[in-house]
């Protein structure tokens, strides 16, 4: 089973940036697909954005292309979701998410979640 834990959530006005992290732990790094879904108050759970494992695949949900930008650093073990032209409904909270040889939209096929973060953008 893979640890994650996110970091960088918090208060932003429409318009600025945030940068959200994940340390993960338990695995090889570099093995694993990593992700990020977000889930509103009242909404279902959506998937934002993922990485493979070698970082140069990547894929975003519409809602968040051109705005929002996933990496990673396999020496450090941390994926990271840079947030740009931030706008209310992003408002969420973000959960990264692992997996062995998949980095797809598919939440149900990721058996390790972070705990979550939360992101509220005022207008």
């Known amino acids: 089973q893979v640890q994650l834990v996110e970091s960088g959530g918090g208060l932003v006005q429409a318009g600025g940036s945030l940068r959200l992290s994940c340390a993960a732990s338990?695995?090889?790094?570099?093995?694993?697909?990593m992700a990020w879904f977000r889930q509103a108050p009242g909404k279902e759970r959506e998937f934002v954005a993922s990485?493979?494992?070698?970082?140069?695949?990547?894929n975003y949900a519409n809602s968040v292309k051109g705005r929002f930008s996933i990496s990673r650093d396999n020496a450090k073990n941390t994926v990271f979701l840079q947030m740009n032209s931030l706008k209310p409904e992003d408002t969420a909270v973000y959960s990264c998410?692992?997996?062995?040889?998949?980095?797809?939209?598919?939440?149900?096929?990721?058996?390790?979640w972070g705990q979550g973060t939360q992101v509220t953008v005022s207008s």
């Open positions: 998410v692992a997996r062995e040889n998949y980095w797809g939209p598919d939440k149900r096929l990721y058996p390790s």
């Open positions: 338990g695995r090889t790094f570099s093995n694993l697909g």
């Open positions: 990485i493979g494992w070698t970082a140069r695949n990547t």
